[in-house]
């Protein structure tokens, strides 16, 4: 019951509960029709045919002239301090005692004042909405626009953060002790990482406290999405669904989507179809039937009528997105979550029991969701929804699919997150393309490599599963590539669909602007997005964004105090970046001497 009612919340609209601190903002939208589509020509939004365009503008990452044309002397000076300190291994392994040690020997008002000369002054935009519009005009100016971030998380011991984890993440009959979690390792509540901040770079980390906390959350994400659409026409803003429900029902979820498509595998294996790509697994339906009535799921009768044309079409195949679509509320199989346990033998239920307030607690996470979108839908801004950790990220995707599914009708509202990290990276973009061409609504996509790999990486050995991170960069950079060509591709027929190439990689930059030119995307098309960290990669951002491509930076904003964890992990970010990350702070250099030289040191951005 409890898995029908997550999907039919999100497409068909969400049931009464008890009144949100908000209410929704804007009338309902209609769900997308499932239209089907034949291939890449039936795609909405397919370009007709166009005329001799102009070729791409040439962009010079090396000209620093151009580059820090936005940039005040002062304003260099203080980067190339601050990412060369950020590159130190002595003064990170001790900042947050200096940190400390600072503020009480300076007090609060003038330790206030040397964060924003220095750390919180290059990485962060302000404290608070008013304060963080002259940044985005004056990048706005310069071609470079802004996803805005509330950069605010709560300032947890490792102690409380480790006890909140575990209280949250186990349902009440494993708390209770009357019964064990049938969930799979990886999505299982572990001591050792209760606390998430542990070995994570630049991503915020929300625990778990109470429904009004979450209630909380999601009126700052309402006002930063509303600064957002104040402060441009074209703006994003981001947002992580842990902080809109308890973690508990993320990691249940993961875990039947990740059993389901596992069960999906063992079936193609029986049909002799393993290791093939994903989208090339079709299973022959007849075949299917016998072995899963063989099974003693249900009855031939019943069996018979799961698999029918109006579900699957009249191929006699199922493929990957059909097997997935098995598991909503229009199908008879939902009431028969059962897959095999292969250790055991035994077949199993996919879902456990929930409580009544747990049910409660879920529905309101997806009601919170459904607000945020349709605000983001009534100023004009898009959401972007980061990616988490592996054993959230399944059903984060899923959920934000289905949000896809009901808001990216005329364009992509919301934005998924593809970790390339990822081993099955590929999979997962190749798998949603395919179903927002049949399904007809508007692909969005941000691409990135990831921010929790040492914390995966540990975890998977500690609890003993396979490590779902590339084994090492050049692989996770292929994958990358892999996936950007796959979508840029996807752009070339469907002029509706974007993706934000969300990288500090500069051959990645380079490789997206040769292969935009091979298949004539243009920037005026505004179908593909370039992104980076503020206070980071001036020497891209810039360039682009004069060049007439679409840039953003990622833009956080807060008060000092409740913003120095996000910067203590910024700076930890830094020290393996920087350390490689050697152009930087050469251009940097480049463009001070010129200065100096030319008697332009007290240049003006005009």
């Known amino acids: 019951m409890a898995l029908r009612c997550i999907v039919s919340v999100l497409r068909f609209g969400t049931p009464r509960v008890a009144p949100l601190s908000t209410a929704p903002v804007a009338r309902e939208q209609s769900a997308a029709g499932e239209q089907s589509a034949a291939g890449r020509e039936a795609t909405p939004g397919c370009r007709a045919a166009e005329g001799a365009r102009p070729p791409l503008p040439v962009v010079d990452f090396g000209n620093t002239q151009e580059a820090y044309r936005s940039r005040r002397s002062w304003e260099l000076a203080r980067s190339l301090l601050v990412l060369r300190l950020c590159a130190s291994p002595a003064l990170l392994a001790h900042h947050e005692q200096l940190l400390h040690l600072t503020r009480r020997l300076l007090g609060q008002r003038l330790f206030d004042k040397l964060m924003k000369m220095t750390f919180y002054g290059q ?100 006002r930063c999405i509303e600064a957002s659409g104040k402060a441009s026409d074209d703006g994003f803003s981001a947002i992580k669904l842990t902080a809109l429900g308890r973690p508990q029902f993320l990691l249940q979820f993961s875990d039947v989507l990740t ?88 077949l199993e239920p996919l879902l456990s029991q929930f409580t009544e307030e747990e049910e409660l607690q879920m529905t309101r996470m997806l009601q919170r969701m459904d607000i945020l979108a349709k605000k983001a839908t009534e100023v004009g801004v898009r959401l972007m929804v980061d990616a988490e950790q592996t054993y959230f990220q399944p059903a984060i995707s899923r959920l934000t699919l289905e949000m896809q599914r009901k808001f990216n009708i005329e364009k992509p509202l919301i934005f998924n997150t593809y970790q390339c990290y990822l081993k099955d990276a590929y999979d997962n973009v190749t798998l949603d393309v395919e179903l927002a061409r049949r399904e007809g609504w508007c692909f969005g ?32 950079h292929a994958m990358y590539h892999r996936c950007l060509n796959y979508v840029l591709e996807e752009l070339k027929h469907n002029a509706k669909a974007k993706v934000m190439v969300a990288s500090h990689n500069e051959d990645t930059v380079r490789f997206t602007l040769r292969r935009m030119e091979e298949l ?64 930087e702070r050469q251009l940097l250099w480049q463009e001070l001497k010129r200065r100096l030289r030319t008697g332009s040191l007290f240049h003006r951005p005009a």
Not at 445 to 474: F, S
Not at 526 to 553: N, T
Not at 561 to 579: H, I, T
Request: proline share 4%; glycine share 8%.
């Open 259 to 346: 059993k389901w498509r596992r069960f999906f595998h063992q079936m193609a294996a029986e049909q002799g179809k393993a290791g093939l790509a994903a989208m090339d697994m079709k299973l022959e339906v007849a075949v299917l039937q016998e072995s899963v009535a063989k099974m003693g799921i249900a009855s031939r009768t019943e069996i018979e009528s799961w698999f029918t044309a109006e579900t699957l079409g009249v191929s006699g195949t199922l493929d990957l997105l059909d097997w997935s679509s098995l598991i909503d509320s229009r199908t008879e199989l939902s009431k028969h979550l059962v897959v095999p346990n292969m250790q055991t033998g035994q």
């Open 520 to 583: 004539g995307l243009h920037p005026a098309d505004r179908q593909v997005y370039f992104g980076q960290l503020l206070g980071m990669c001036d020497q891209i951002s810039f360039p682009l964004g004069q060049a007439g491509f679409p840039v953003y930076k990622y833009v956080p904003y807060g008060p000092v105090m409740e913003v120095l964890p996000y910067l203590s992990r910024r700076a930890l970010e830094n020290s393996g970046v920087m350390k490689g990350a050697w152009r």
């Open 123 to 222: 990485f962060v935009a302000g404290e608070d909405q008013e304060s963080i519009r002259p940044l985005i005009q004056h990048n706005r100016a310069f071609g470079v626009g802004s996803i805005l971030d509330y950069g605010v998380e709560e300032d947890l011991s490792p102690q409380e953060a480790e006890h909140k984890e575990m209280e949250s993440c186990t349902s009440a009959v494993e708390r209770e002790g009357s019964g064990t979690s049938k969930r799979e390792k990886q999505y299982q509540a572990h001591r050792a990482f209760g606390d998430r901040r542990d070995g994570v770079i630049s991503a915020r980390t929300y625990f778990y406290a109470n429904e009004a906390k979450c209630d909380s959350h999601m009126e700052t994400f309402l």
């Open 445 to 476: 996509a941000k691409l990135v490599r990831g921010a929790y790999m040492a914390q995966e990486r540990a975890r998977a050995a500690e609890i003993g599963y396979e490590d779902p991170i590339n084994p090492t960069y050049e692989a996770t």
